[in-house]
């Protein structure tokens, strides 16, 4: 009789130096059931220890060649343009990063056979009458969200196996740039004056949440649409004063503006946030509060 043995998953994280990526190698090398291979463009990974390719996903034959030499189960695609104000004007790269690359990743995931995730936005949505479930009739506002919106709708006709993620206000611990959360602390701390507007509500969502999320997908491989965010619908203004009190910093640093004050090329969808009942419902997935998700940020970064 043969010993048991584990089998284990392969898994291609796109986007490894970006936020969400960071955090998923981080996590993932830890499961004993991964085998992990992270990619981006820059020269090195920020994680240590790990495998990883160095790929322009913008560019057809580097991209669907990484994937049919690792051979993944799964492709965890969360490499995109994401300044949404840029996009309006580098709008040829923004398109072939959001759009272009995601059919070369399809092109490479059909021959294989393997799953496909990949990380959407609230941003689809115009934001008049959230928050939005699954189903909700997408209308974005800016050509980021239009890149965004032309992605899923590549997924949807490229006959591969896919779940698409839609999430909003992603914060947490990563080392490529400060998220919302410690933007906050560090310009607080320097007792600078912050003008955060109170006219955009979501649920912010903890970035341990969205690998929480991603892990319980590949288990039960879900495919289709899932909504990720957590539990507490807030404005970015209000999310800052909690922010504030969590950390004993001067909330009176922090001024209440209006999104239309800041005079952003792109708009923002103001009343917006997902409803997580599906994956709650289908995933067993289970967010944090934000105090819950501020005190687990408290005790990594020592703060």
């Not at 690359?101 to 009458?129: K, M, P, Q, W």
Request: some cysteine.
């Amino acid at each position: 009789m043969l010993p048991n043995r584990i089998i284990k998953k392969r898994i291609l994280i796109t986007g490894a130096n970006g936020m969400l990526g960071q955090r998923l190698v981080k996590i993932f090398s830890q499961y004993n059931n991964y085998t992990l291979l992270a990619t981006s463009v820059e020269n090195e990974s920020v994680i240590r220890n790990i495998d990883y390719a160095i790929c322009d996903i913008s560019i057809r034959d580097d991209i669907k060649n990484l994937i049919l030499n690792f051979y993944p189960d799964v492709v965890v695609h969360t490499a995109a343009f994401t300044n949404v104000d840029l996009s309006e004007k580098e709008r040829e790269q923004c398109w072939k990063i959001n759009v272009k690359a995601v059919e070369y990743i399809t092109e490479a995931c059909r021959v294989l056979g393997n799953h496909l995730i990949h990380i959407s936005t609230d941003y689809i949505f115009d934001g008049t009458s959230g928050p939005y479930n699954e189903n909700a009739p997408p209308n974005p506002l800016g050509y980021y969200a239009r890149t965004k919106l032309a992605s899923e709708n590549v997924l949807r006709m490229s006959g591969v196996d896919f779940t698409i993620i839609r999430t909003n206000v992603l914060y947490g611990i990563a080392d490529s740039r400060p998220d919302f959360v410690r933007w906050v602390i560090n310009k607080l701390k320097s007792n600078d004056k912050i003008n955060i507007v109170t006219d955009q509500i979501n649920n912010p969502t903890f970035i341990d949440d969205m690998v929480q999320a991603i892990s319980k997908i590949i288990e039960f491989k879900k495919y289709g649409v899932y909504n990720i965010g957590g539990s507490e619908f807030i404005s970015r203004y209000d999310f800052a004063l909690k922010i504030a009190d969590f950390f004993n910093l001067n909330r009176d640093l922090i001024f209440a503006i209006v999104t239309k004050d800041l005079n952003q090329p792109a708009r923002r969808p103001l009343k917006s946030g997902l409803i997580i009942t599906k994956a709650q419902a289908e995933l067993n997935y289970k967010p944090y509060t934000i105090d819950e998700a501020l005190t687990r940020m408290k005790e990594e970064l020592n703060l």
